[in-house]
């Protein structure tokens, strides 16, 4: 059972730029969450999806950034018009469920470097 | 808000000591608490969960206390190992909260 999976690994892109980031849970998981780490600092939560809906987006700035789960494919979590504070490692997580106690199983992570 | 704090930065110790790391939040009431470790490069992996209901659990070298009076976690690692060091997460959850703690690293030397 493959776990979760996150593309590209590195993404480089100029100020101005789209980034796109993929992520796909693991089998059987059908709820997804969006965490940005910057460097020497902690996980910061972003977005919390499930297939086709948004359920919490609160940690995820109101301008530029977007997620979707939709119901065939991966999630994705678009960045529009990057701006250098953006460079960050952007981890994505499942879990089978929420708030009955269930782990959250993280990808590899995606690190955005803007030039 | 909710606060979590987690003691120290850093936090070096020698080979074959027990690592004690602490975990404090404020401002809310989780109903569990989780403990995430994290290598460099690398996305957290979970390591044990722990009710409200429960004081203390255990998994090998493990062991997570909760004090929902003091709102605090300890997390042991006796017997460390070099291969021990990384960074420690703790993740106090209650409802649809996903908040992580800032973690400490901790180093382990031979």
């Known amino acids: 059972n493959a776990g979760v999976m996150q593309n590209p690994r590195h993404l480089v892109r100029r100020r101005g730029q789209e980034a796109r980031l993929r992520c796909s849970p693991m089998?059987?998981?059908?709820?997804v969450y969006w965490y940005r780490q910057l460097p020497e600092e902690g996980l910061k939560f972003m977005v919390y999806?499930?297939?086709?809906?948004?359920?919490?987006e609160s940690g995820m700035p109101k301008e530029r950034f977007s997620a979707e789960f939709p119901k065939e494919g991966p999630s994705i979590l678009r960045i529009q018009q990057v701006v250098r504070g953006d460079s960050a490692a952007y981890f994505c997580?499942?879990?089978?469920?929420?708030?009955?106690?269930?782990?959250?199983?993280f990808g590899p992570g995606t690190r955005l470097t803007v030039l | 808000s909710q606060k979590i704090e987690q003691n120290s930065e850093a936090l070096n110790i020698q080979e074959g000591k027990t690592a004690t790391l602490t975990c404090n939040y404020t401002?809310?009431?989780?109903?569990?608490l989780q403990w995430y470790r994290q290598d460099p490069g690398r996305g957290p992996v979970f390591l044990l969960l722990?009710?409200?209901?429960?004081k203390e659990k255990r998994k090998e070298r493990l062991k997570v206390t909760f004090d929902t009076t003091l709102k605090q976690s300890l997390f042991h690692i006796t017997a460390s190992q070099p291969a021990d060091s990384a960074t420690y997460l703790c993740?106090?959850?209650?409802?649809?909260?996903?908040?992580f703690g800032p973690g400490t690293r901790l180093s382990v030397l031979p």
């Open positions: 997580a499942s879990s089978q469920e929420t708030g009955s106690y269930n782990e959250q199983f």
């Open positions: 089998k059987g998981h059908s709820h």
């Open positions: 722990i009710r409200e209901n429960e």
């Open positions: 993740a106090p959850r209650s409802g649809q909260n996903f908040v």
């Open positions: 401002n809310y009431s989780p109903a569990y």
């Open positions: 999806l499930q297939k086709e809906n948004i359920i919490d």
